[in-house]
C-alpha cells in the first residue's frame, strides 16, 4: 500500500467569496484542436490519480489559472492545456464548494511551462483521508512520465508529433530525451 | 561427561521424514505459522502457546508434564493477540489488538485449568513486570484517549486492571513526549530514546523510579553510528552496543557521567553483535550475531553455556535458542529452526536431562522433505564472502538460479528456512544466495565498501560466487531473480554477463538510478540526497551507464518483469519505463503487474501462490524444461505443480490485483486439470456452463464437472446435485441428486452444501421429502458462523432457494405450515396475506435528485410491456407497488413476499432467471426490478409474486427486444 506521504488538512471556505480572484479558467485540449504555441505559449500535461472527485486546481503564475473540468473524476486522467510561459505554482486545490487544500510550501509545487513543448509536470496524487471535519489528504506530485507519455501516444497522438514532450516536474529527468535521442518518441 | 548425556525424547516425527523429495504444494507451503510465542509458566507447571489457523486463534494451556491441552483463550477473528507474559504462577498479561489499538489485558487462571479475560479498565501498556515486587508492575497510563503520552505506575495487579490508580505509585517525570521506557532492574531506572526531528538525532535518557528529571545520557546524531543501550551495570556505567571507534557492532561500557566510551565487554572477531543480555543482578548473560547466515548466541552463564555445548553436541547441525525457563532454571522452552526446518518447539527437563519435542510451528509442513543448504565462504579479490547454495533433489532442472538480497546496503541474507527458496528448490531449481559487499553484520567497513557499487562491486562479488559455484558443480542453465535492488542486479548479471543468464526475473526493481533522485516533489530532492547517497553513492553523470532503462540494449536474455502500481519505494515508473525501451526494441519481455501489492508485500499469501508460480512457468517455458511426469508424482506433488497453474488463472479469471483476461484463465485451468487438479476441472465446467472464457457446451461443461467429483471436489458434486435436482441440462433424477448433494456435505460440510441439500429435501417427490430434514439444513442460523465467507453465500443462497419452495413444495397442509413457520420466524415477518396495490409496470429509471440531496428515485419511463435493450440508457424493467397485509396496518408490520422471474428465449427454452425475497414495511415502496443490459437474453419474461402461504399475489409477464436504431 502506499503510504500517506504528505498530509494537508482540509481547509473549509467560510464562503464562496472568500475565495477572490481573477482567475482564468481553462479547458483541457483536445487531439484535434491545433493550438499555435508560438514563443511564449507551452502545452501543460498533468496526470491527475484521485480518491475523489476534484472541483479545481489552481496555478499561479504569469497569469493565475484555474484548470477546472467535469472531467476530474476520482481515478486517473490527465489534463492537457496551453499556458502562457513562465512558473507556475499549484496553490489550491478545491475539493467541492466548500472544502480546498492550499499549499504554504510553494517550493515543493512549482513547474515552469517552456514555449513549444509539451510541459509534463508529474501526477499529482491525492488519497482522501477521513471525512467532514477532521478530513485530510495525502498528496504528492510524481514522475510517472513513461505512464504520461504512453497516454498521449494513444489519446493525443497527433499533440505528440507537433510538440516534443519535455519533462517539468520536480527534479531533473533525461528520460524522454533519451527516447528522443534512441527515436523511441515519433517525431 | 557421562552426566551430561542427553535423553531425547520426540514426541511427534518433525518435519523431516523418508518422504520423496518433489514439489511442495504453495497452498501447503506458503502460509502463516500456526504456532508460536511459546512460553514456560514461572513455576513451569505449566506451557502456553499461541494458535492461530484459518477462523481460529487461541492463546493454549498445556500441563508441561503431560504436554496435554488443559484450556483455551479462543481470541475472536476482529482481534489479535500481539503479545502475552506470565505475571505470576496465575495471571498473564495479554496485549491485544483490536481496530488497530493495542488493548491491555489480564488472564486470570482459574483453579479448574480456565482462563479468564478481562480487559484493563484503563488504556496504556506494561513496561515491566518487577519480578522482584510480587504482584506489582510497572504500567504506563494513557494521559487521555488516544494520546501517545503517558503516565508511570507502580501499582498492584489487580489495581491496574480495575483502573484504581489512586493508591498506585506516580513516578513522576517532566517530559511530555515520551512514548516508550525500558526498565532497568540493576539501577531501578527507567530509559528511554527520544528522537529530535529538528535535528534529525536521537537522545538517549534516564530518570529514577522514584521520580524526578530525565537525565540526558547521550545524543546520537544522523550521521554518527549505532548506540543500543543493553544495561546499566552500576549507577555511572551503562553497557551499550555500538560501533563507535570500531569496525564491528561490540557490547562495550560507556561512562554517563563523563559521556566516554570505556573498556569493550565482548566483540565478535567477524561479525556484528545483534542483541545482548543481562540478568538482573547485573551478570552478563548472552551476546548474539550471525554465524553463516544462522543466529547464534554466546552465553556467559554457567548453566546456559553448559546446556549450548549439550544441545551443540546431541544436534550438530540444529541451532538452538533458549526460549525461555522457569524461574528456578528446571525447565527450558527451546526453539530451532535451519534452513531446511521450519521451526520447533521443545521442552527441556534439567533435572532428568530429558529433550522433549512439543510443538511445530507449521504442524501441516510435518512428513515434508526440505532442502538445506549450504553455507559456502567466497574469495573475492581480498576478502572473503558467506554465500548460500541450495541444491534440488528430485526433479532436478540443472538450472540455478542466482537471487540477490534487496537492500543492497545493510540486508543480510540469511540461511533461516527461507519458504520462497523451498518453493523453488521442491520444483528442481538450485538457489544462491550471496553477502556481498554492503551487506549487514560484517562491520563497517564491509558495509560500506557496498555503497555507490550499484552493478559494480556487488555484481561482481555475486559472480564471484558464482563462478567458484560453478567450478564444483554443473548447470545446463543459470537465470538470475531477485527483488527490489535484486530485481536491479539480476538484471545487471544478465547484462555484464549476456553469454551466461539465459532469464532474468526483475520483480518491484529499480532500474533507472537517476530516477530516484527525482521520483517526486517529498520524497526527492534535496532533503532525501543524503539518504539516497548512503546506498547508491554520491549522484554522478554516469548514473546513466549503470541503469537497465538507458542500457537496455546490452540485456540478451528474455525477461519477466514483476511490479505493483502503487510500490513506493522502487515506484512502478521504473519497470514501466524499462518495459518502454525494451518493448520498443523488441526484446522478448513479460509482465506481471499488480495493482495493490507495494514493495512486493501482497495482502494475502495467495499473492505469493501466484506470483511464484507465473515465475515457475516463466523458468519452464523460457528454458524449455519439462515439468515432471505427472505419472511420476505424488498425488501431492501432482496437485502442487496443477495449484500453480490454477493459481495463474485465478489470477486471470478474477481480476482482484492483475488484469482479467478469462480466455488466458481458462487455458491455465486447463494446463492445471492436465495434471488431474480437481479444483481446475470444476473451474472448467463452470466455464463451459456460463460460456466465460470458453464457448458455452453443457456437455463438456458436465463432464469437467463430472470429473471434478471423481477427484473428490465438494462443489462438483453440489453442482452435480443442482442439476440433476433442476433437470437443468441433465435429465432430472432425484436419486443422483441426492447421492452427489450428500458426497459434496460428506466431504465439505459446509452451509452452502447444507441448504442445497435443504433444498432438495423440501421440493423431492415424496419419496425422497422430508420437511424436517430441510429445516434443519436450511436455517443458516444453526450453521457454523465461523467459516462466515460460506455462511454469507449460503444466507444468500436461501434468499434465491425459499422463493422457489415457496411456489413449487408441492406438500400437505401440515407440512407447509413447518415450512412456513420457518420462513416467517427466518424474515420476521409479521403479516403474511397481502394484497397488491398501486401496482406499476413497465420501463423505469432512476432521477436523481441533487438539488435537495435526496436519494435517487425511480421513475417511469413506459407503461408498455415491451422493453426494448438500449445500451445508452441506464433503464429497469419490472414492477412496483405497495402491499396491503389482511387486517390492520401496524406500524412495524413486516411483510415478507417472495418473487422469481423466468425466461423463455427465442427457441423455447423456459428457465428460472432469478428468485428472491422481499420484506419491508407496508408503507413501504416495493420495487421487483431488472436492470435492461445487453447480458439478459431476449425474449418473453414473467414475473411472479407469491405470498409466504403459497399464494401467487401477482404476474406479469414482458417482452425484451433489442433496440432498432
Same mark, same amino acid.
Given at each position: 500500500?502506499?503510504?500517506?506521504?504528505?498530509?494537508?488538512?482540509?481547509?473549509?471556505?467560510?464562503?464562496?467569496?472568500?475565495?477572490?480572484?481573477?482567475?482564468?479558467?481553462?479547458?483541457?485540449?483536445?487531439?484535434?484542436?491545433?493550438?499555435?504555441?508560438?514563443?511564449?505559449?507551452?502545452?501543460?500535461?498533468?496526470?491527475?490519480?484521485?480518491?475523489?472527485?476534484?472541483?479545481?486546481?489552481?496555478?499561479?503564475?504569469?497569469?493565475?489559472?484555474?484548470?477546472?473540468?467535469?472531467?476530474?473524476?476520482?481515478?486517473?486522467?490527465?489534463?492537457?492545456?496551453? /499556458?502562457?510561459?513562465?512558473?507556475?505554482?499549484?496553490?489550491?486545490?478545491?475539493?467541492?464548494?466548500?472544502?480546498?487544500?492550499?499549499?504554504?510550501?510553494?517550493?515543493?509545487?512549482?513547474?515552469?511551462?517552456?514555449?513549444?513543448?509539451?510541459?509534463?509536470?508529474?501526477?499529482?496524487?491525492?488519497?482522501?483521508?477521513? $471525512? $467532514?471535519?477532521?478530513?485530510?489528504?495525502?498528496?504528492?506530485?510524481?514522475?510517472?512520465?513513461?505512464?504520461? /507519455?504512453? $497516454? /498521449?501516444?494513444?489519446?493525443?497522438?497527433?499533440? /505528440?508529433?507537433?510538440?516534443?514532450?519535455?519533462?517539468?516536474?520536480?527534479?531533473?529527468?533525461?528520460? $524522454?530525451?533519451?527516447?528522443?535521442?534512441?527515436?523511441?518518441?515519433?517525431? | 561427561?557421562?552426566? =551430561?548425556?542427553?535423553?531425547? #525424547?520426540?514426541?511427534?516425527?518433525?518435519?523431516?521424514?523418508?518422504?520423496?523429495?518433489?514439489?511442495?504444494?504453495?497452498?501447503?507451503?506458503?502460509?502463516?505459522?500456526?504456532?508460536?510465542?511459546?512460553?514456560?509458566?514461572?513455576?513451569?507447571? +505449566?506451557?502456553?502457546?499461541?494458535?492461530?489457523?484459518?477462523?481460529?486463534?487461541? =492463546?493454549?494451556?498445556?500441563?508441561?508434564?503431560?504436554?496435554?491441552?488443559?484450556?483455551?483463550? *479462543?481470541?475472536?477473528?476482529?482481534?489479535?493477540?500481539?503479545?502475552?507474559?506470565?505475571?505470576?504462577?496465575?495471571?498473564?498479561?495479554?496485549?491485544?489488538?483490536?481496530?488497530?489499538?493495542?488493548?491491555?489485558?489480564?488472564?486470570?487462571?482459574?483453579?479448574?485449568?480456565?482462563?479468564?479475560?478481562?480487559?484493563?479498565?484503563?488504556?496504556?501498556?506494561?513496561?515491566?513486570?518487577?519480578?522482584?515486587?510480587?504482584?506489582?508492575?510497572?504500567?504506563?497510563?494513557?494521559?487521555?484517549?488516544?494520546?501517545?503520552? +503517558?503516565?508511570?505506575?507502580?501499582?498492584?495487579?489487580?489495581?491496574?486492571?480495575?483502573?484504581?490508580?489512586?493508591?498506585?505509585?506516580?513516578?513522576?517525570?517532566?517530559?511530555?513526549?515520551?512514548?516508550?521506557?525500558?526498565?532497568?532492574?540493576?539501577?531501578?531506572?527507567?530509559?528511554?530514546?527520544?528522537?529530535?526531528?529538528?535535528?534529525?538525532?536521537?537522545? #538517549?535518557?534516564?530518570?529514577?523510579?522514584?521520580?524526578?528529571?530525565?537525565?540526558?545520557?547521550?545524543?546520537?546524531?544522523?550521521?554518527?553510528?549505532?548506540?543500543?543501550?543493553?544495561?546499566?551495570?552500576?549507577? !555511572?556505567?551503562?553497557?551499550?552496543?555500538?560501533?563507535?571507534?570500531?569496525?564491528?557492532?561490540?557490547?562495550?561500557? +560507556?561512562?554517563?557521567?563523563?559521556?566516554?566510551?570505556?573498556?569493550?565487554?565482548?566483540?565478535?572477531?567477524?561479525?556484528?553483535?545483534?542483541?545482548?543480555?543481562?540478568?538482573?543482578?547485573?551478570?552478563?548473560?548472552?551476546?548474539?550475531?550471525?554465524?553463516?547466515?544462522?543466529?547464534?548466541?554466546?552465553?556467559?552463564?554457567?548453566?546456559?553455556?553448559?546446556?549450548?555445548?549439550?544441545?551443540?553436541?546431541? %544436534?550438530?547441525?540444529?541451532?538452538?535458542?533458549?526460549?525461555?525457563?522457569?524461574?528456578?532454571?528446571?525447565?527450558?522452552?527451546? %526453539?530451532?529452526?535451519?534452513?531446511?526446518?521450519?521451526?520447533?518447539?521443545?521442552?527441556?527437563?534439567?533435572?532428568?536431562?530429558?529433550?522433549?519435542?512439543?510443538?511445530?510451528?507449521?504442524?501441516?509442513?510435518?512428513?515434508?522433505?526440505?532442502?538445506?543448504?549450504?553455507?559456502?565462504?567466497?574469495?573475492?579479490?581480498?576478502?572473503?564472502?558467506?554465500?548460500?547454495?541450495?541444491?534440488?533433489?528430485?526433479?532436478?532442472?540443472?538450472?540455478?538460479?542466482?537471487?540477490?538480497?534487496?537492500?543492497?546496503?545493510?540486508?543480510?541474507?540469511?540461511?533461516?528456512?527461507?519458504?520462497?527458496?523451498?518453493?523453488?528448490?521442491?520444483?528442481?531449481?538450485?538457489?544462491?544466495?550471496?553477502?556481498?559487499?554492503?551487506?549487514?553484520? @560484517?562491520?563497517?567497513?564491509?558495509?560500506?565498501?557496498?555503497?555507490?557499487? %550499484?552493478?559494480?562491486?556487488?555484481?561482481?562479488?555475486?559472480?564471484?560466487?558464482?563462478?567458484?559455484?560453478?567450478?564444483?558443480?554443473?548447470?545446463?542453465?543459470?537465470?538470475?531473480?531477485?527483488?527490489?535492488?535484486?530485481?536491479?542486479?539480476?538484471?545487471?548479471?544478465?547484462?555484464?554477463?549476456?553469454?551466461?543468464?539465459?532469464?532474468?526475473?526483475?520483480?518491484?526493481?529499480?532500474?533507472?538510478?537517476?530516477?530516484?533522485?527525482?521520483?517526486?516533489?517529498?520524497?526527492?530532492?534535496?532533503?532525501?540526497?543524503?539518504?539516497?547517497?548512503?546506498?547508491?553513492?554520491?549522484?554522478?553523470?554516469? %548514473?546513466?551507464?549503470?541503469?537497465?532503462?538507458?542500457?537496455?540494449?546490452?540485456?540478451?536474455?528474455?525477461?519477466?518483469?514483476?511490479?505493483?502500481?502503487?510500490?513506493?519505494?522502487?515506484?512502478?515508473?521504473?519497470?514501466?519505463?524499462?518495459?518502454?525501451?525494451?518493448?520498443?526494441?523488441?526484446?522478448?519481455?513479460?509482465?506481471?503487474?499488480?495493482?495493490?501489492?507495494?514493495?512486493?508485500?501482497?495482502?494475502?499469501?495467495?499473492?505469493?501462490?501466484?506470483?511464484?508460480?507465473?515465475?515457475?512457468?516463466?523458468?519452464?517455458?523460457?528454458?524449455?524444461?519439462?515439468?515432471?511426469?505427472?505419472?511420476?508424482?505424488?498425488?501431492?506433488?501432482?496437485?502442487?505443480?496443477?495449484?500453480?497453474?490454477?493459481?495463474?488463472?485465478?489470477?486471470?479469471?478474477? *481480476?482482484?490485483?492483475?488484469?482479467?483476461?478469462?480466455?488466458?484463465?481458462?487455458? @491455465?485451468?486447463?494446463?492445471?486439470?492436465?495434471?488431474?487438479?480437481?479444483?481446475?476441472?470444476?473451474?472448467?465446467?463452470?466455464?463451459?456452463?456460463?460460456?466465460?472464457?470458453?464457448?458455452? *457446451?453443457?456437455?463438456?461443461?458436465?463432464?469437467?464437472?463430472?470429473?471434478?467429483?471423481?477427484?473428490?471436489?465438494?462443489?462438483?458434486?453440489?453442482?452435480?446435485?443442482?442439476?440433476?435436482?433442476?433437470?437443468?441440462?441433465?435429465?432430472?433424477?432425484?436419486?443422483?441428486?441426492?447421492?452427489?448433494?450428500?458426497?459434496?456435505?460428506?466431504?465439505?460440510?459446509?452451509?452452502?452444501?447444507?441448504?442445497?441439500?435443504?433444498?432438495?429435501?423440501?421440493?423431492?417427490?415424496?419419496?425422497?421429502?422430508?420437511?424436517?430434514?430441510?429445516?434443519?439444513?436450511?436455517?443458516?442460523?444453526?450453521?457454523?458462523?465461523?467459516?462466515?465467507?460460506?455462511?454469507?453465500?449460503?444466507?444468500?443462497?436461501?434468499?434465491?432457494?425459499?422463493?422457489?419452495?415457496?411456489?413449487?413444495?408441492? &406438500?400437505?397442509?401440515?407440512?407447509?405450515?413447518?415450512?412456513?413457520?420457518?420462513?416467517?420466524?427466518?424474515?420476521?415477518?409479521?403479516?403474511?396475506?397481502?394484497?397488491?396495490?398501486?401496482?406499476? !409496470?413497465?420501463?423505469?429509471?432512476?432521477?436523481?435528485?441533487?438539488?435537495?440531496?435526496?436519494?435517487?428515485?425511480?421513475?417511469?419511463?413506459?407503461?408498455?410491456?415491451?422493453?426494448?435493450?438500449?445500451?445508452?440508457?441506464?433503464?429497469? +424493467?419490472?414492477?412496483?407497488?405497495?402491499?396491503?397485509?389482511?387486517?390492520?396496518?401496524?406500524?412495524?408490520?413486516?411483510?415478507?413476499?417472495?418473487?422469481?422471474?423466468?425466461?423463455?428465449?427465442?427457441?423455447?427454452?423456459?428457465?428460472?432467471?432469478?428468485?428472491?425475497?422481499?420484506?419491508?414495511?407496508?408503507?413501504?415502496?416495493?420495487?421487483?426490478?431488472?436492470?435492461?443490459?445487453?447480458?439478459?437474453?431476449?425474449?418473453?419474461?414473467?414475473?411472479?409474486?407469491?405470498?409466504?402461504?403459497?399464494?401467487?399475489?401477482?404476474?406479469?409477464?414482458?417482452?425484451?427486444?433489442?433496440? &432498432?436504431?
Amino acid at each position: 500500500m502506499r503510504y500517506i506521504r504528505f498530509i494537508v488538512l482540509l481547509l473549509v471556505l467560510s464562503s464562496i467569496a472568500a475565495e477572490v480572484n481573477s482567475a482564468t479558467k481553462v479547458k483541457p485540449l483536445t487531439d484535434s484542436e491545433q493550438k499555435l504555441l508560438g514563443d511564449n505559449k507551452g502545452l501543460l500535461l498533468i496526470g491527475l490519480e484521485t480518491s475523489r472527485d476534484l472541483k479545481s486546481i489552481h496555478l499561479s503564475g504569469p497569469k493565475n489559472i484555474i484548470l477546472t473540468s467535469e472531467h476530474i473524476k476520482s481515478g486517473s486522467q490527465y489534463l492537457l492545456v496551453d /499556458l502562457k510561459v513562465g512558473i507556475y505554482t499549484i496553490k489550491k486545490i478545491r475539493l467541492d464548494n466548500v472544502r480546498y487544500l492550499k499549499f504554504k510550501d510553494t517550493e515543493n509545487w512549482n513547474f515552469s511551462i517552456k514555449p513549444g513543448v509539451i510541459n509534463y509536470v508529474g501526477h499529482f496524487e491525492l488519497v482522501q483521508i477521513g $471525512f $467532514f471535519a477532521s478530513s485530510g489528504a495525502a498528496v504528492e506530485l510524481v514522475n510517472r512520465s513513461s505512464e504520461a /507519455l504512453q $497516454f /498521449l501516444q494513444l489519446e493525443y497522438p497527433s499533440t /505528440l508529433k507537433r510538440n516534443r514532450i519535455k519533462y517539468a516536474g520536480p527534479g531533473e529527468d533525461d528520460f $524522454f530525451d533519451f527516447l528522443y535521442r534512441k527515436k523511441m518518441i515519433a517525431e | 561427561m557421562k552426566n =551430561l548425556k542427553l535423553v531425547l #525424547i520426540l514426541l511427534l516425527c518433525g518435519y523431516i521424514n523418508d518422504a520423496i523429495s518433489e514439489p511442495i504444494d504453495a497452498q501447503v507451503l506458503l502460509t502463516s505459522p500456526k504456532h508460536g510465542m511459546v512460553k514456560l509458566s514461572p513455576t513451569g507447571e +505449566f506451557i502456553t502457546a499461541y494458535y492461530k489457523n484459518e477462523g481460529k486463534q487461541s =492463546l493454549d494451556l498445556f500441563d508441561r508434564k503431560t504436554k496435554k491441552l488443559l484450556s483455551s483463550i *479462543d481470541v475472536d477473528h476482529l482481534l489479535k493477540l500481539e503479545n502475552y507474559v506470565w505475571l505470576n504462577q496465575t495471571q498473564i498479561y495479554l496485549t491485544i489488538r483490536e481496530l488497530g489499538k493495542s488493548k491491555p489485558a489480564i488472564g486470570n487462571l482459574n483453579p479448574d485449568n480456565s482462563i479468564t479475560v478481562e480487559f484493563f479498565e484503563a488504556q496504556g501498556f506494561l513496561v515491566n513486570q518487577l519480578p522482584s515486587q510480587p504482584n506489582t508492575i510497572l504500567f504506563a497510563k494513557s494521559r487521555s484517549r488516544n494520546a501517545p503520552y +503517558f503516565d508511570l505506575f507502580k501499582i498492584d495487579i489487580n489495581a491496574a486492571v480495575e483502573g484504581k490508580f489512586e493508591h498506585a505509585i506516580k513516578i513522576n517525570h517532566n517530559s511530555k513526549k515520551i512514548t516508550n521506557y525500558i526498565y532497568d532492574e540493576v539501577t531501578q531506572r527507567i530509559l528511554t530514546a527520544e528522537y529530535d526531528e529538528i535535528n534529525s538525532r536521537t537522545i #538517549i535518557k534516564y530518570v529514577s523510579v522514584k521520580g524526578g528529571k530525565w537525565k540526558t545520557i547521550f545524543t546520537i546524531n544522523k550521521s554518527n553510528y549505532i548506540f543500543t543501550p543493553v544495561s546499566f551495570l552500576n549507577d !555511572s556505567t551503562l553497557a551499550v552496543l555500538t560501533n563507535n571507534g570500531s569496525d564491528k557492532v561490540l557490547l562495550r561500557k +560507556f561512562d554517563v557521567i563523563n559521556n566516554a566510551f570505556g573498556e569493550i565487554i565482548f566483540q565478535h572477531p567477524k561479525y556484528d553483535l545483534s542483541s545482548a543480555g543481562y540478568l538482573q543482578n547485573g551478570e552478563l548473560h548472552s551476546v548474539a550475531y550471525t554465524e553463516d547466515g544462522l543466529l547464534k548466541k554466546k552465553y556467559f552463564v554457567k548453566a546456559e553455556r553448559a546446556l549450548d555445548l549439550l544441545l551443540n553436541r546431541t %544436534f550438530a547441525v540444529e541451532t538452538f535458542y533458549i526460549g525461555g525457563k522457569s524461574v528456578d532454571s528446571n525447565y527450558y522452552i527451546l %526453539f530451532t529452526d535451519s534452513s531446511d526446518n521450519p521451526g520447533e518447539y521443545f521442552i527441556y527437563d534439567v533435572n532428568k536431562k530429558k529433550i522433549e519435542r512439543f510443538l511445530l510451528v507449521y504442524p501441516e509442513l510435518e512428513g515434508i522433505r526440505f532442502y538445506p543448504s549450504k553455507a559456502l565462504k567466497i574469495k573475492t579479490n581480498n576478502t572473503q564472502i558467506e554465500a548460500f547454495l541450495t541444491l534440488p533433489k528430485s526433479p532436478d532442472h540443472s538450472t540455478l538460479l542466482v537471487m540477490p538480497h534487496g537492500g543492497p546496503i545493510g540486508v543480510q541474507e540469511s540461511d533461516q528456512f527461507n519458504k520462497q527458496i523451498q518453493y523453488f528448490a521442491s520444483r528442481g531449481f538450485s538457489v544462491l544466495r550471496v553477502n556481498f559487499h554492503g551487506s549487514g553484520g @560484517f562491520g563497517k567497513a564491509f558495509l560500506e565498501r557496498g555503497v555507490g557499487q %550499484f552493478g559494480r562491486l556487488i555484481e561482481e562479488d555475486i559472480t564471484a560466487a558464482v563462478n567458484q559455484v560453478k567450478s564444483e558443480y554443473k548447470f545446463d542453465h543459470m537465470c538470475s531473480i531477485g527483488s527490489s535492488y535484486g530485481g536491479y542486479s539480476a538484471v545487471m548479471l544478465a547484462i555484464k554477463h549476456p553469454d551466461d543468464y539465459e532469464c532474468v526475473i526483475g520483480a518491484y526493481g529499480v532500474y533507472d538510478i537517476p530516477l530516484i533522485f527525482n521520483i517526486s516533489n517529498y520524497r526527492s530532492g534535496e532533503s532525501r540526497k543524503d539518504l539516497f547517497e548512503k546506498v547508491v553513492g554520491k549522484f554522478h553523470d554516469e %548514473f546513466n551507464q549503470i541503469s537497465p532503462v538507458y542500457i537496455f540494449d546490452q540485456l540478451k536474455a528474455p525477461i519477466l518483469l514483476i511490479a505493483s502500481h502503487d510500490d513506493d519505494v522502487a515506484d512502478f515508473e521504473h519497470t514501466n519505463r524499462f518495459q518502454y525501451v525494451l518493448d520498443y526494441s523488441g526484446h522478448p519481455v513479460e509482465k506481471l503487474y499488480y495493482y495493490k501489492s507495494g514493495h512486493g508485500a501482497h495482502s494475502y499469501w495467495s499473492g505469493y501462490w501466484h506470483q511464484y508460480a507465473v515465475v515457475y512457468d516463466f523458468l519452464i517455458r523460457t528454458l524449455d524444461l519439462n515439468i515432471p511426469d505427472k505419472d511420476k508424482l505424488s498425488e501431492a506433488s501432482k496437485n502442487a505443480i496443477g495449484n500453480d497453474y490454477a493459481s495463474i488463472a485465478d489470477g486471470y479469471y478474477y *481480476d482482484n490485483n492483475t488484469g482479467k483476461d478469462i480466455f488466458k484463465a481458462v487455458s @491455465f485451468y486447463e494446463k492445471a486439470a492436465k495434471l488431474d487438479n480437481p479444483r481446475a476441472f470444476y473451474n472448467l465446467g463452470f466455464s463451459y456452463y456460463h460460456g466465460t472464457g470458453a464457448e458455452k *457446451d453443457l456437455e463438456k461443461s458436465v463432464g469437467f464437472y463430472k470429473k471434478s467429483a471423481s477427484l473428490g471436489f465438494a462443489p462438483a458434486y453440489a453442482e452435480l446435485g443442482r442439476m440433476y435436482m433442476e433437470g437443468d441440462h441433465l435429465e432430472q433424477d432425484w436419486a443422483k441428486a441426492l447421492h452427489n448433494l450428500k458426497a459434496a456435505i460428506k466431504i465439505d460440510d459446509s452451509s452452502f452444501n447444507k441448504t442445497r441439500l435443504g433444498k432438495f429435501y423440501c421440493l423431492a417427490p415424496s419419496e425422497y421429502l422430508d420437511i424436517d430434514s430441510c429445516i434443519e439444513l436450511l436455517d443458516t442460523a444453526k450453521h457454523n458462523k465461523n467459516l462466515s465467507k460460506d455462511w454469507g453465500s449460503a444466507k444468500t443462497y436461501l434468499d434465491e432457494i425459499l422463493p422457489i419452495i415457496v411456489a413449487d413444495a408441492n &406438500v400437505g397442509a401440515a407440512e407447509y405450515n413447518e415450512i412456513l413457520e420457518f420462513a416467517v420466524k427466518t424474515y420476521r415477518a409479521t403479516k403474511v396475506k397481502f394484497k397488491i396495490k398501486h401496482l406499476k !409496470s413497465g420501463t423505469f429509471h432512476y432521477q436523481s435528485n441533487i438539488t435537495n440531496n435526496k436519494r435517487s428515485e425511480l421513475e417511469t419511463v413506459s407503461e408498455e410491456s415491451t422493453v426494448f435493450i438500449n445500451a445508452a440508457a441506464e433503464r429497469y +424493467f419490472g414492477i412496483r407497488f405497495k402491499v396491503n397485509p389482511e387486517g390492520v396496518d401496524m406500524i412495524g408490520d413486516r411483510v415478507v413476499a417472495a418473487a422469481r422471474w423466468f425466461i423463455t428465449s427465442l427457441d423455447g427454452h423456459r428457465q428460472l432467471y432469478k428468485s428472491m425475497m422481499l420484506a419491508g414495511s407496508p408503507s413501504s415502496q416495493w420495487n421487483v426490478i431488472l436492470e435492461v443490459n445487453e447480458e439478459l437474453p431476449v425474449g418473453d419474461w414473467k414475473l411472479e409474486v407469491y405470498s409466504l402461504d403459497q399464494q401467487l399475489v401477482h404476474k406479469q409477464e414482458f417482452k425484451l427486444v433489442k433496440s &432498432v436504431d
